[in-house]
């Protein structure tokens, strides 16, 4: 989905599809530098991931630790590799990213919302990146940028509601450990109805084609009903399958930004 999120946003700066060049430099630079900091992510985990994720390949000893940290490696290398066909802008925002990503691994996890924040960041970057690597920004970006932080950042809290047990244990100063699931829950939904608000926001600055609308309103109604789900009930259970959902929600989102932001009528 975050190599996707690079060609939308590439498709939006230029207003129309981007060479196939670009695309496809851009999408191999987000995932796979999202997929090496996931495995990064596993690493310092791996206490943590005994308690709460037991059957993940690194907790359940299906892979070896060094074999995860050469993987990692090469994953980020290959990035940016990616990221240096584009150009020099987007080779600096990528390793920005990937220097951000590394410290959420290593140290900001512990730190709770601050945490949290990064990884949000990290998650809407790739519309500004995508206009960056086309030489093009418009509103629109900025706009999608906030939408998917907001997303994202609601998703962040609310997963560290079913990992409350394993977190404390481990020192992870999340919302849910410091002021209980229920505090949680309630920001998460907040967040989660604000950015359905600002999805009405991209109307006001420029003309959209009517093939916004079935993907925003999909993702709307998702968070919302996401948002009530999280209000009424904090089971463990029961939010791991509202951030799962919320996975689907946001991709709602992005088809509705390609369409609404490059076809037009």
Known sequence: MIGLAVIIGEAIALGKIPPLSNSLAGFLTASLMMAGTMVLNDIYDLKIDRLNSPNRPLASGKIGLGEAKTFSTFLSILSIAFASFLGL???LIAL???ALMIYYNT???RTGLPGNLVVSFNVALPFFYGGIAVNSLRPLLFIFSVLAFLANLGREIAKGIPDTQGDRASG???IAVLRG???AAGISAGLFLSAALLSFVPLALGRL???YFPGIVLADLGFVYSASRLIA????ESVKRIKNRVLLWMLFGLIGFLLGGVVNF
Do not use: F, H, I, Y
């Open 107 to 109: 140290r900001g996890k």
């Open 89 to 91: 802008w987007t080779t």
């Open 96 to 98: 920005l990213a990937l």
């Open 172 to 174: 992870v100063r999340t």
């Open 233 to 236: 009930n904090q089971d463990p």
């Open 181 to 183: 699931p229920k505090v």
């Open 209 to 211: 084609s009517l093939l």
